[in-house]
């Protein structure tokens, strides 16, 4: 059973739209999470980290976390076809905290 | 500038054979990782190390061995590689504790 879920599967924003992607885990022991870009062909790359409840803003990106509900979400403003790529997020334990668990990812289309 | 190498960028391997996978990091990181990623899946952990001599079971390590001779080596071993094996494998360096990982640009695996 997948431990992160993400949603939706794949989003088409238009350019300079918001684009949302949420993520979940369903193991309770999971305390920090990351979300990472994979541009096509390309290997994946850490965007951002949220360990606090609460929000996180870097530019045009601003990452939530809820600890109680164990989700965060990525927000994107004012999208580039450049955002175009696959946004996987991951999550670790305190126990575990070396080990990187991963979603399937969203797949996110930025349509000029 | 600090990187991780994967060897070789494409393989092609018969139904039987054995298959090695190449990583090399210049990091200086502790921790080294090998994921497969397959559509539908996103990425899935195979074997993790924590140093020179180390290898440890990640998600799905069955049909696979890992070897870790040095701090910037890691290897990944299909001794009898199947079609199901078919996929793209990354590694991955990470410090000790809660850190993002660096990945390598990927092998493309096709066991035929």
């Known amino acids: 059973q997948q431990k992160v879920q993400q949603s939706p599967e794949s989003l088409i924003v238009p350019e300079g739209g918001m684009a949302s992607l949420n993520c979940t885990s369903s193991d309770r022991n999971v305390d920090y999470f990351w979300w990472y870009r994979q541009h096509s062909g390309k290997s994946p790359k850490m965007l951002m980290s949220i360990f606090s409840n609460g929000e996180k803003e870097e530019g045009r990106f601003t990452v939530h976390l809820n600890k109680a509900s164990l989700h965060t979400s990525l927000h994107i403003r004012d999208s580039q076809p450049s955002d175009s790529a696959l946004y996987l997020c991951?999550?670790?334990?305190?126990?575990?905290?070396?080990?990187?668990?991963f979603g399937k990812g969203t797949q996110l289309i930025i349509q000029p | 500038e600090a990187a991780v190498t994967q060897s070789p960028r494409n393989k092609v391997a018969v139904t039987g054979g054995k298959v090695t996978l190449s990583c090399n990091q210049t990091n200086n990181h502790n921790n080294m990782y090998w994921y497969r990623q397959d559509t539908g899946h996103g990425l899935r952990l195979i074997h993790y190390?924590?140093?020179?001599?180390?290898?440890e079971k990640g998600d799905i390590p069955d049909g696979y061995k890992a070897s870790r001779p040095s701090q910037e080596n890691f290897s990944l071993i299909l001794e009898l590689a199947t079609p199901s094996q078919t996929s793209v494998y990354f590694c991955?360096?990470?410090?000790?504790?809660?850190?993002?990982?660096?990945f390598g640009s990927g092998t493309r695996l096709l066991v035929i």
């Open positions: 991955a360096s990470g410090e000790t504790g809660f850190s993002d990982y660096t």
């Open positions: 991951a999550a670790s334990t305190t126990e575990g905290a070396d080990r990187l668990t």
């Open positions: 190390s924590y140093g020179a001599g180390s290898t």
